[in-house]
């Protein structure tokens, strides 16, 4: 089910479930919470982006992933149907996080 705006969750509620996810961070300029992995070399970071896409594919929730600097994976969760932050991100950021170091 598409998400709307009536979905995305205020600011107090982003920074309250984030102080139980280290790491996550909210940036309003892209209305998003993020995360950078540093990863062991080129090939960890590329084998966890491949280990994140089918669990986004699951969830039909795909979040925006940036590998810079051979071995970082930033991963940004917004839910763009919603143009903002809803559960969902808090629910895929939180798999995320249970993913092999």
Do not use: C
């Amino acid at each position: 089910m598409e998400k709307t705006a009536n979905d995305r969750v205020n600011d107090q509620q982003i920074h309250e479930f984030l102080r139980n996810m280290p790491g996550w961070i909210y940036t309003s300029t892209n209305a998003s919470i993020e995360r950078t992995f540093v990863r062991k070399n080129f090939l960890d970071a590329v084998a966890f982006i491949e280990q994140i896409a089918p669990i986004a594919e699951r969830m039909d929730h795909h979040p925006d992933i940036l590998l810079s600097g051979y071995k970082n994976v930033k991963v940004m969760l917004s839910t763009h149907s919603a143009g903002g932050v809803t559960q969902n991100d808090f629910v895929l950021a939180r798999v995320i996080d249970q993913l092999p170091a």
